[in-house]
């Protein structure tokens, strides 16, 4: 079974530039979630998908972060202009359904430097 | 609001046990445990459900005490594959909304020859 797939593994952007990196999670997954990990710390959830309606963005920092999942599979999370703070693997994970009693599948994440 | 893991960090020799916790302010209503090694994605260990279901694989055993709100993952005869992060995820909706994990800071596992 393929796993979750994202890209680009790796991104170097200067501040105030924009970058997108896109997720395919595993065939039949309906949940889907952009999950922001900083150097030494866990996973922050940034937003959650249910097929492609968002079903939470409430840490999303919406004046510069925003995702989509067309269709209900793909998804893509997008940030306009990063800042310095922005540096982090980005993870993308999916789940048969709701996380509350099924296991969720993390890709390798890209890692964002921003200089 | 974000579980608190302790310890921080573990260093061990293969073969010997561990346990690691995780606790939380807030009532919950399930905990993940996952193990992440240096540059990879977070794989799934266990899930420990209110009720008491639990759901998971390898040779990792846990607990999940709903009075106090903790939970206690045990490592036992560790083997080398077992280094890497420990985190805790917390999920506190009942059901009516969004279920996305709060991960702890994490704990980090040494396993010395």
């Known amino acids: 079974e393929a796993g979750v797939a994202q890209s680009p593994r790796y991104k170097i952007i200067e501040k105030r530039q924009s970058v997108a990196f896109w997720c395919n999670p595993i065939?039949?997954?309906?949940?889907l979630y952009w999950y922001q990990q900083i150097l030494g710390q866990g996973p922050k959830l940034l937003i959650q998908?249910?097929?492609?309606?968002?079903?939470?963005d409430s840490q999303l920092p919406k004046d510069r972060f925003s995702a989509e999942r067309l269709k209900g599979v793909d998804s893509t999370l997008k940030i306009q202009p990063a800042k310095l703070e922005d540096s982090a693997v980005y993870l993308c994970?999916?789940?048969?359904?709701?996380?509350?009693?099924?296991?969720?599948?993390f890709g390798q994440g890209t890692r964002l430097t921003v200089v | 609001q974000q579980p608190v893991q302790s310890p921080q960090a573990v260093i061990l020799r293969e073969g010997e046990d561990a346990v690691i916790n995780c606790s939380s302010s807030?009532?919950?209503?399930?905990v993940h445990w996952y193990r992440q090694k240096h540059g990879e994605a977070p794989v799934f260990l266990m899930i420990?459900?209110?009720?008491?279901e639990q759901k998971g694989h390898e040779k990792i055993s846990a607990s999940f005490n709903e009075k106090k709100q903790q939970s206690s993952l045990y490592l036992t005869a560790s083997q080398l594959s077992y280094s890497g992060t420990y985190f805790c995820?917390?999920?506190?909706?009942?059901?009516?909304?969004?279920?996305?994990?709060?991960f702890g800071k994490g704990t980090h596992l040494i396993i010395q020859p």
């Open positions: 994970a999916s789940s048969l359904g709701r996380v509350l009693n099924t296991e969720a599948f």
């Open positions: 065939s039949g997954h309906a949940t």
């Open positions: 998908f249910q097929n492609n309606g968002v079903v939470d």
């Open positions: 807030k009532a919950l209503y399930s």
């Open positions: 420990l459900l209110k009720g008491g």
């Open positions: 995820g917390t999920e506190f909706s009942t059901g009516g909304g969004a279920d996305g994990l709060t």
